[in-house]
């Protein structure tokens, strides 16, 4: 019987299935301890509770104040009030949730990841980790509230990572226009993600994009970049009127009656994130990968300005280490002269394995012995384990009431194959049984088919005793 919480460490650790892992043990004569097994997964489901449990206090009033302006399109810096806080306690950590009277910082929300920064008075300068939205309320994160709560503080957003962020939304919106005008209409956004550092977009299409199509979507979006096209933004614009405009929506999503558009020339979108006044100030943009994430759905993730200057960089980094290294000016031809010599390298291999191989066969016949009517050859040998089967599944076909152990050590690693002939598995011997018998003494275990089967261990010294082991179990047969 073996213990459930081996079992456990498997599927958490390594997210090997139990069945699986019952259905192997039964095929070796082990049972699975599925009780013990439950019990480790529900203490597990118990931290796991534990660890994503949010305790919130309630809400200490300090200002009474309905409305929470956002004024962080104009403004990154501005002058502010703490109306109300709470305590949280999040993986058991204390946050603080913190609600001023207006805010420069953006909240989480459009794909659009929320504004960092800080709040000051000239005494204490208190860190906003994040910014969230909840029930239309913004929602400032910090690990700590200031000791004068009632004074008036300075907000200042991280202007950097905030202008990341809007090149990198825009970008989302020129993208989305490319791949609706090399694509086809079809093309709709299923989700996104604008960080400081890259963005993502998730857009309906049936099959992978080519080569020349992310080059010609990557080549729109750079030349409306070039364009320098301006900002044209419709704020409290009615909904009909930006359906009349022919503003992209988000298919399922709900809205208010009046909307923000953000226009790009023919880039038309409702949109509540953050966004640079005109395309250049995006420099630079692109496409580093294009994959699937579910039947039918595609994902594009890209990078502009900064993100785009280092990626090149560390391009020609490589370019030029990889010149050095084929000492050629020419990298393509370097590269592939090298290619070309290492596949015939290869074959040289694969021809000095072959040779290896017929010889240590024949060297292995000549050490063939009789045991209980039984041909064993039982030797420990210098070859990898994937020429130990090689071995082996040659002798099994070539030769009859053939059973051989072969024995490989490198590092103290030790390797051991055993394979039986048709024969004498029906005769009633099986090599998966017989190895965990043998392995024991390497301190490894293993397992496998009737006809072959394979283990490993770490002792060394085991060897001998091993082969000793396996001749005494055919005698015994």
Not at 278 to 287: G, H, L
Not at 322 to 347: F, H, M, P, T, Y
Request: one cysteine or more; hydrophobic letters at 35%.
């Amino acid at each position: 019987i073996v213990s459930g919480d081996l079992a456990f460490e498997l599927y958490d650790t390594f997210g090997f299935p139990v069945d699986l892992t019952s259905l192997i043990l039964s095929e070796n004569n082990f049972e699975l301890d599925i009780e013990s097994f439950k019990k480790e997964m529900e203490k597990q489901k118990n931290r796991s509770r534990s660890a994503t449990k949010v305790v919130e206090s309630d809400w200490v009033v300090l200002i009474e104040d309905d409305i929470e302006e956002f004024v962080g399109y104009t403004n990154l810096t501005t002058e502010v009030k703490i109306c109300k806080y709470r305590e949280v306690i999040a993986k058991e950590k204390k946050i603080y949730h913190i609600v001023f009277n207006l805010t420069p910082f953006y909240p989480e929300g459009g794909g659009q990841v929320g504004d960092i920064g800080v709040i000051e008075n000239g005494f204490e300068k208190i860190e906003i980790l994040d910014t969230k939205k909840e029930n239309n309320l913004i929602i400032h994160i910090s690990d700590s509230l200031p000791s004068n709560l009632n004074s008036l503080f300075t907000a200042k957003v991280d202007k950097e990572r905030r202008i990341s962020c809007s090149r990198n939304h825009t970008a989302t919106h020129l993208l989305h226009e490319s791949l609706r005008e090399v694509l086809g209409n079809h093309v709709e956004q299923k989700g996104s993600l604008v960080s400081p550092e890259y963005l993502r977009f998730d857009f309906t299409h049936f099959s992978k994009l080519s080569q020349q199509q992310l080059k010609l979507i990557e080549e729109k979006v750079n030349n409306k970049i070039k364009e320098n096209i301006p900002l044209t933004e419709h704020a409290n614009l009615p909904l009909s009127n930006a359906k009349d405009m022919g503003a992209i929506m988000l298919f399922g999503e709900k809205y208010d009656d009046t909307v923000r558009v953000i226009q790009y020339d023919s880039s038309i979108e409702l949109c509540g994130g953050t966004h640079v006044l005109s395309t250049a100030e995006i420099i630079s943009f692109k496409i580093k990968g294009e994959s699937s994430t579910a039947a039918g759905i595609r994902r594009i993730e890209a990078i502009t300005a900064n993100a785009v200057e280092s990626y090149f960089l560390e391009l020609e980094f490589s370019v030029d280490k990889i010149r050095s290294l084929v000492k050629n000016q020419d990298v393509v031809k370097g590269v592939s002269d090298l290619a070309a010599e290492n596949r015939e390298l290869i074959k040289k291999i694969e021809s000095y394995k072959a040779l290896e191989s017929n010889i240590l066969q024949e060297e292995l016949l000549t050490k063939k012995q009789q045991i209980n009517s039984v041909s064993v050859i039982a030797e420990t040998v210098k070859v990898d384990s994937s020429l130990m089967k090689d071995i082996s599944f040659n002798f099994r076909k070539s030769e009859s009431n053939l059973a051989m152990m072969l024995v490989s050590e490198s590092n103290n690693k030790v390797i051991i194959t055993i394979m039986f002939t048709e024969d004498l598995i029906k005769k009633g011997l099986h090599a998966g049984k017989i190895i965990n018998e043998v392995s024991k003494e390497i301190n490894g275990g293993g397992g496998g088919q009737s006809f072959f089967a394979t283990a490993g261990g770490n002792n060394a010294k085991g060897i001998h005793s091993s082969i000793e082991k396996f001749k005494k179990l055919l005698n015994q047969a």
